[in-house]
């Protein structure tokens, strides 16, 4: 009977045993040897703290204090999953942990407890197979980084944020919050006050970055917070694929990662971001994600949520200029005790520009997954044309799906379209497939892979066996 | 607060105290039943005391509340001078094609019936179509177990403020298994001579019957000073009875008009909800069904077509609070000159209510370059086994067509029109004969010129 099964479903030998791993695959702990560990809660003296410590210019000083006051006077979201963000305790976080002295571009000079946590990740493994360069962050701190040489000949920038902001001032001054201002978000406020590590990359006009950069996130300790901060700029002409992925131990109390993401793509650049998100699930995510694209350029989010306890993240894309394109595709998995808020946000303010925009959501159990998304077209952006789509698979009695999209439209010459499917796995479909030969599990399994196979498509090889083999773990015991 | 808010406060405080203004209403003051004073009362008090809808709310995120807030006390209507009760001359023909047509009906003017007429059979029947005074003393039984239940005194402050103060109103009853086969009109006409009025409607259907209403709101179309509405209507359709209800709205161009409706459709019950919207300044409607029994089913298709700088609001919920029950809407926008519409729409299929299927369109065509459409369709869903879509588009006319139509001979400007046309008339076909007309001479004048 196994002969008629494709490849896919022979090699897992049995589906009900897989899974519950994250704790044996991520949940890992290490013991903390910290360079620096501050103290909890957030004021001035920490972020005063901060900046010394990592010996910045005034500006971002002043910056940083000026984001502090903005955090502190904004109130919180009254929007969303108001009960569990009401539950974050900002004066029990640690903002800022520095786990080594410095950044190192050898593997063998990170300690061996961050070597060994990034080897069980397999990070160096990857970096040697398929990545053009690595960055690896630990708590606050980016501990590792390398870059292939072929890409430093080129005049490829990629370091880590800091010393982006030391080594090349003046374009992160040009650039830096011109996206994300420190007012947009209490969240986007709090990052820009105690943000640290997170990637700066420049590509140069008409270079073209083949092979992805990739950054990968890991927060170990309990209560802590992690502020990354990210930053590329794709020159005329440039094209770029990053990719980040995150990971945390599994504690009883929560941990909050509030990162902000800037994208500048200018005239005819290409840039495409890539996040499967896999934290535990005591991680609040909370991030802001946008992007500018010029004349004629390029923005393309992929974007994967599969852990945390509660996600809220809407990647953006302001169409600036004509012809700019953008999409957004994203994949949001949510199992009992997770609120995947995810969506997007594309702002059409230049005549003829296109974006799409695919969600695609998995509840199981009491699991609860949210589309939001807004689509704008202001006066004059004519042609702008617009589609989405947004599927909800549900699995389970209490799974909850939400589907919140906003069109604001003031332009006549647009075409704009909507649409959205919220349904269960078909007993059709899986009695079809049993009749088949495939156990009640392997058929779930192979319509859920079905369902998210436009986002699979779209990731490098070994993320695309990594999310099956994730989407398998939280498929475990899903039948009945 | 702002300053219209506190005004408000204030004059509805005045209200209480005066005390009078509420017991005028009723026809015959002596015989305001117990419950309905405190029924009013309560409402009056959470008026008091509920807060304006928060404008961060998306709900109200396109509409200031302030427009719906009565710029004089409700229970004060200032008379502007002429002779209330009089049939105002933009009214006659209307009302006089519908008592040469024999129809069942009941027409209002400012609160005072200026025609009506029941066939004999009718009113053997047991049907109500009545003013909701005189229904109070009627059915009074029947009124107490509805109003009120459906948008009660905690639904809003606009909503308690209605029925704390409203002072039209009228009933449509039907009773146990009688199918009225002419549909029942419901007239409800309003100028400028009262610069706020509160208006409440109630039908009810009980079980196994069926019924047509249909519902015109009509304003003076000359109409050149502002006036305020804040209407209320409930339904309740019964186990195994069938609505079709209609609603044209033509108010005046110089309303600002808040219409809540809410309808609750019992065990394998049956409502379909037909609006179409041409008139009014700026329109706040909020149009749910709530299907509370098995098997029970709603449809609802709209229109709205606005032009000049009119302002259209309207939010649909469909709430499924029991297993098996279907809703499909179908909601077209046409918008024209500097005119706005915001359309948001919501779905809700609750833990128990497994086996639903819910369809939502929102279709949205801009005429003009300075128009603008926003549209919120959502979905809440809280179970698996449903099936659940949604679907809503903006554009201008295809050109294609026009290309086609010209192709054949038809001058661009008719074509245009032929494709309005054709967006609108799926909806226009589900109307009654009695109406259909009407509607697309509405429909006609405003695609005359664009």
Not at chain 2, 386 to 410: E, K, P, W
Request: charged share 25%; net charge negative; aromatic share 8%.
């Amino acid at each position: 009977m196994n002969e008629t099964l494709p490849v896919e479903l022979k090699r897992q030998p049995d589906i009900a045993a897989i899974g519950t791993d994250y704790e044996a695959k991520y949940g890992f702990k290490d013991p903390a040897e910290y360079f620096h560990k501050g103290r909890k809660g957030v004021d001035h003296e920490v972020v005063e703290m901060i900046s010394r410590m990592k010996n910045e210019p005034d500006w971002m000083r002043d910056f940083r204090h000026q984001s502090l006051d903005i955090f502190l006077r904004k109130p919180m979201p009254t929007w969303g999953n108001t009960e569990l963000l009401n539950q974050i305790n900002f004066d029990e976080i640690y903002y800022y942990v520095k786990p080594t002295e410095a950044s190192s571009g050898n593997w063998d000079d990170v300690p061996d407890y961050i070597k060994n946590t990034f080897d069980r990740l397999g990070i160096p493994e990857a970096e040697r197979k398929f990545l053009a360069g690595v960055s690896a962050q630990y708590e606050s701190e980016v501990v590792y980084h390398s870059m292939k040489e072929e890409l430093v000949k080129q005049g490829i920038l990629f370091t880590d944020m800091d010393s982006g902001l030391r080594e090349h001032p003046e374009i992160v001054k040009k650039f830096f919050a011109t996206v994300i201002p420190p007012t947009d978000n209490k969240f986007a406020a709090l990052n820009s006050a105690v943000w640290s590590g997170g990637s700066f990359i420049y590509i140069p006009p008409g270079v073209h970055v083949d092979i992805p950069l990739q950054a990968y996130f890991r927060i170990n300790m309990e209560n802590m917070g992690q502020f990354e901060r990210t930053l590329i700029i794709a020159d005329k002409g440039a094209r770029v694929h990053y990719i980040e992925g995150c990971t945390a131990p599994v504690y009883s109390t929560n941990s909050l990662h509030s990162a902000v993401v800037e994208l500048i793509a200018l005239e005819g650049a290409y840039i495409r971001y890539t996040t499967i998100q896999n934290w535990a699930n005591n991680i609040y995510n909370l991030v802001t994600k946008r992007a500018v694209a010029h004349k004629h350029a390029t923005v393309e989010w992929v974007d994967g949520n599969i852990g945390s306890k509660l996600t809220m993240k809407f990647p953006c894309i302001y169409l600036m200029d004509e012809g700019a394109h953008g999409e957004i595709l994203s994949v949001a998995f949510a199992g009992t005790g997770q609120h995947q808020d995810a969506g997007a946000k594309v702002i059409h303010a230049a005549p003829n520009t296109t974006s799409t925009i695919t969600s695609k959501s998995i509840s199981k159990d009491k699991g609860r997954a949210s589309y939001r998304g807004m689509v704008k077209v202001y006066p004059g952006a004519t042609g702008s044309k617009v589609a989405v789509e947004c599927d909800a698979l549900l699995i389970g009695k209490e799974a909850r799906s939400d589907t919140y999209p906003t069109m604001e439209i003031d332009e006549k010459d647009v075409s704009i379209e909507h649409e959205a499917r919220v349904s269960k796995v078909g007993d059709e479909q899986i009695f079809y497939l049993m009749s088949r030969g495939l156990t009640e599990a392997q058929a779930r399994l192979m319509i859920v892979n079905g369902f998210i196979e436009p986002f699979v498509k779209e990731l490098p090889m070994e993320y695309a066996v990594e999310l099956n083999r994730l989407i398998e773990m939280e498929m475990e015991g899903s039948i009945g | 607060m702002s300053r219209l808010a506190r005004r408000m406060d204030s004059e509805t405080g005045g209200f209480v105290e005066s005390g009078k203004g509420r017991h005028a209403v009723m026809e015959n003051p002596q015989e305001t039943p117990q419950w309905l004073a405190e029924l009013r009362d309560t409402a009056l008090q959470q008026c008091r005391t509920a807060a304006l809808p928060d404008r961060v709310a998306h709900l109200w995120r396109y509409s200031d509340p302030n427009w719906f807030v009565p710029e004089t006390a409700p229970d004060k209507p200032i008379n502007r001078g002429k002779k209330q009760g009089a049939l105002p001359d933009w009214l006659k023909p209307r009302i006089g094609e519908l008592e040469r047509s024999q129809a069942p009906h009941l027409a209002l003017c400012n609160g005072q019936i200026v025609s009506t007429y029941q066939p004999p059979g009718l009113l053997t029947s047991g049907v109500t179509l009545s003013t909701l005074a005189a229904g109070i003393v009627t059915d009074e039984a029947l009124v107490r177990a509805h109003l009120g239940r459906y948008v009660g005194p905690s639904f809003g402050k606009f909503e308690a403020l209605n029925l704390a103060t409203w002072d039209t109103g009228v009933l449509v009853a039907v009773p146990k298994n009688f199918v009225s086969v002419q549909p029942l009109q419901l007239i409800i006409a309003t100028d400028a001579s009262r610069a706020f009025s509160s208006i409440r409607l109630l039908i009810v259907l009980a079980q196994q019957s069926a019924a047509t209403v249909a519902i015109e709101l009509l304003g003076d179309p000359k109409a050149s000073t502002a006036q305020q509405l804040n209407i209320v209507l409930e339904v309740a359709v019964g186990a195994g009875a069938a609505l079709k209800q209609i609603m044209v709205q033509n108010l005046s161009n110089r309303t600002h008009a808040l219409l809540t409706n809410r309808g609750s459709v019992d065990r394998d019950g049956h409502l379909t909800a037909i609006l179409t919207s041409f008139g009014g300044e700026k329109v706040k409607a909020d149009l749910g069904t709530v299907l509370t029994g098995k098997g029970a089913e709603t449809k609802f298709v709209g229109v709205a077509f606005a032009q000049d700088r009119q302002h259209l609001d309207h939010h649909t919920v469909h709430q499924h609070l029991a297993g098996n029950t279907t809703s499909d809407l179908d909601f077209k926008v046409v918008l024209k000159g500097k005119a706005r519409s915001a359309y948001t729409g919501l779905i809700r299929i609750e833990k128990d209510a497994p086996f639903c299927e819910a369809y939502q369109e929102n279709r949205n065509l801009l005429l003009s370059k300075n128009a603008r459409a926003d549209s919120i369709p959502e979905l809440e869903i809280m179970t698996d086994e449903v099936r659940c879509t949604h679907g809503a588009t903006v554009g201008s006319i295809d050109l294609n067509q026009v290309f086609y139509l010209m192709s054949r001979g038809i001058p661009n400007d008719e074509a245009i029109r032929l494709i309005v046309a054709g967006f609108l008339e799926h909806t226009i076909q589900i109307v009654p004969d009695e109406l259909r007309e009407q509607i697309r001479e509405l429909a006609a004048q405003r695609i005359s010129d664009f």
